[in-house]
């Protein structure tokens, strides 16, 4: 498949030199709010927070102006969240390129209105709809529309894109020379036991010579990096993660797949909470009993993905696996994971929007000039089965990608939440898979873990 690196210049956006400050929460949400919408200060009607709970990293608010006579309707639509990130988290997430990504996202309708940066945070518009529920990925009618969406980013989205221009009259000379995500200081601390100094992008993006950068692969060496290492037993873990990141990176990280050289525009974080179920009439693609590509009624669910700190370019069938392992929610119940069947059906229907997606846009993530789509249902079949078996390959990489996550959270984190548990939950799933696949377990004797079932 011929490819073309497609760059989109994002729109100038706001930045409000102000910060959102936890201990004085309603205050500095309304001076923020009241940046954006000035209006509302004066007109009739109570201005409102409803803080959200369902994430373990950053502070969600969502801003209401409570209109006489106004509907629930009415007022979501002029709704405004805003999320202010967790401590010490930029150690994590590159928040210039979350900020892209954003921008990238609303300019495909994939995502809600960006209206502002602030110095530790963003604003961006209300979705109305129904979070969903780890429970609630299982159903099949979720499940085959997040098939289709997530197929649509793929499809669309291009792997590498322009940084979002800033409107220098929103900031002084100085901020703009310093950079626009400065954090004050009680906000942000560094790892424990982790040296001030960080190692140059030039290391990070060594792992993985002529891919774009920022990738899947580079954001987990980052992560190593950036470990706690203040004791043997943690520096020995550190490069016991490196070892394996090494392996893993020359057993996956090039080999082909859908996209621009292996790597499609992926969320990363397709967790329950940030799938969106939206009443819409938007049409996705299945595939007719004549074999053609088409769109079906409007009474398909709609869903919308939110939560854009990890999306990055990254395989295909990582950002698949990563989703399946959602199924089990944050306690990774092993016992609602997909099974095979659900896999195989999962990956027909997001083929079948993949290609649908990729024929039909205006700017397409791949260009495919020597390429045309499976066209009948024996075609997506043979995708689905090459797809189906390179999701099986990354089956045990969102344990190891979660879990160094993890390691880092629990030096960093103020939230009320076990994350050192976590991380040896999620590394132990990336373990025991490189066990199965070796054959070590059943060498050993050992029994068959319930997620390698």
Known sequence: MATAQIQTEAP?????????????????????????????????????????????????????????????????????????YGRGTEVLIDRERETTSHSLLAQRNLAPSLLARFNNGLLYKFIRGHVCTPKDLTKEQVWRAVARRLAEWHAVLPVVSKPPSIDINEVGMNDHLNGHMHISNENVSPPLGRSKSFPSDERINAITPGKAKPNIWTVMQKWIFALPKGTVAEQERQATLQKELERTVKELGDLPGLGQDGLVFGHCDLLSGNVIITPSSDFNPLLTPGGSLSAPTSTQLSVSFIDYEYATPCPAAFDIANHFAEWGGFDCDYTQLPNRTQRRSFLYEYLQSYYFHLTTATTPATSFSSFSAPSTPEDIDKEAEKLFEEVERFRGIPGFYWGIWALIQATISQIDFDYASYAETRLAEYWAWRDEESGCREREGREMPLREK
Not at 17 to 33: F, K
Not at 39 to 67: C, P, Y
């Open 12 to 84: 100038p956006l706001r930045h409000i030199p102000l910060s959102y400050d936890n201990s004085n929460s309603q205050t500095s949400a309304l001076r923020l709010i009241l940046s954006t919408h000035p209006q509302w200060e004066h007109s009739k009607g109570k201005i409102e927070f409803v803080r959200f709970t369902d994430g373990i990293t950053n502070t969600l608010l969502k801003a209401v102006k409570m209109r006489p006579g106004s509907t629930e309707e009415d007022i979501d639509n002029e709704a405004i969240l805003l999320r202010a």
